[in-house]
């Protein structure tokens, strides 16, 4: 079997991406306690399965996923305890940030990603864990969150809707948490007995292909006054695409204080007051330098009762039947009119023929 896959089937890894890490780390391998070990020096090494396997270092094994790791040495950094408390992870994913909230002590984590089926399966049947996939976090508010909750709890699942993961919530008759105060904030008539409250004492996320500007104004009224925020701060997603360098990556010290102090003034606008600005301990899959922001909040939030901007709606493409294709084609296959009645069609690619020197 693979090293790779062998790692993960055994339960020494919980993805093959981080087998990949542990076997970059050291992994050595044996069939006889007699027979010396076997270090294994590429993923696609043969073990036999019956070996018995021994990982060198067990650090990339410690969370889900290395984002676990990147939240662990940012709460180690800032000091910040999430012990008891209930937190919102956007932009959940396969679960890392999750993960590490749990081992840190965190009563709940309510976690929020715009796709689908990404959460790991340990964490999916943890009923400490509430995971809430298709929705867009730039324009939640605390009363779709309460919706998305009370689907949960009536077990509705309409084509489409997102899937949650377990949870077992108290049943407060007079609509109170533990702390005897109201469920929140926008949640409705009828649905405060479940003891949700949609505002919660700890925020963090890690989002990709949208700047943290965009999604803050929105997450920040999910967090309760004084609560803090820990986010992690990806660049390459901040910047303008002629401000990134070759294969994706920002290269610039003048474009990292940039960044700094657009999130800064960003945090300021919201009225939340920034404590630190720290490079994470590890860097981008993609080997970004990559950066946390910490920020608490005020009593408020500044335009916290203004609507928020909707997200913008994805372009699908139309689909045209063929008797529409071939009636849009003119003269020539490359046509204007040809291309748009393509659009969004699946079809065999074009041959290409061989450059000549004619050509």
């Known amino acids: 079997m693979r090293a790779d896959l062998f790692l993960v089937e055994h339960g020494h890894a919980t993805t093959r991406s981080q087998a990949q890490r542990l076997i970059a780390a050291g992994v050595q391998w044996r069939v006889d306690e007699a027979v010396a070990w076997k270090k294994v020096a590429k993923n696609g090494d043969e073990i036999p399965g019956n070996a018995e396997l021994q990982v060198l270092d067990t650090t990339e094994a410690k969370y889900i996923s290395r984002g676990g790791l990147k939240l662990e040495g940012a709460l180690k950094s800032t000091g910040l305890s999430v012990s008891g408390l209930r937190c919102l992870d956007i932009g959940q994913s396969t679960g890392g940030f999750t993960d590490c909230l749990l081992q840190h002590g965190a009563e709940q984590v309510v976690g929020v990603d715009v796709g689908h089926g990404q959460l790991h399966d340990t964490l999916r049947a943890d ?5 809430i996939e298709g929705v867009n976090a730039r324009s939640l508010t605390a009363d779709e969150l309460v919706e998305h909750h009370r689907r949960a709890l009536l077990g509705e699942s309409d084509e489409g809707a997102p899937q949650y993961g377990n949870y077992a919530f108290s049943d407060d008759e007079d609509g109170q948490d533990e702390e005897g105060e109201d469920a929140g904030d926008g949640a409705e008539d009828g649905l405060e007995s479940d003891g949700f409250n949609p505002v919660f004492d700890f925020l963090t996320g890690d989002l990709s292909f949208i700047s943290l500007t965009l999604v803050l104004p929105a997450v920040v009224r999910l967090l309760k006054p004084h609560g803090h925020l820990l986010m992690l701060v990806k660049p390459q997603f901040e910047l303008q695409p002629g401000q990134i360098g070759k294969g994706g990556i920002v290269r610039d010290p003048v474009h990292f204080e940039f960044v700094e102090k657009r999130l800064r003034d960003a945090c300021a606008a919201l009225g939340l007051e920034v404590k630190a600005w720290l490079e ?70 074009k041959r290409r023929g061989k450059k000549t020197e004619d050509n």
């Open 127 to 131: 009923e400490r864990v509430v995971c």
């Open 280 to 349: 994470s301990p590890i860097a981008g899959g993609d080997g970004n330098r990559e950066f946390f922001i910490h920020a608490q909040k005020g009593e408020h939030v500044i335009g916290e009762d203004q609507p928020l901007a909707a997200a913008p709606k994805r372009k699908v493409a139309q689909r045209v039947s063929r008797s529409e294709l071939r009636a849009l084609r003119g003269p020539h296959e490359d046509s204007e009119e040809a291309e748009a009645a393509h659009a969004g069609q699946h079809g065999p690619a």
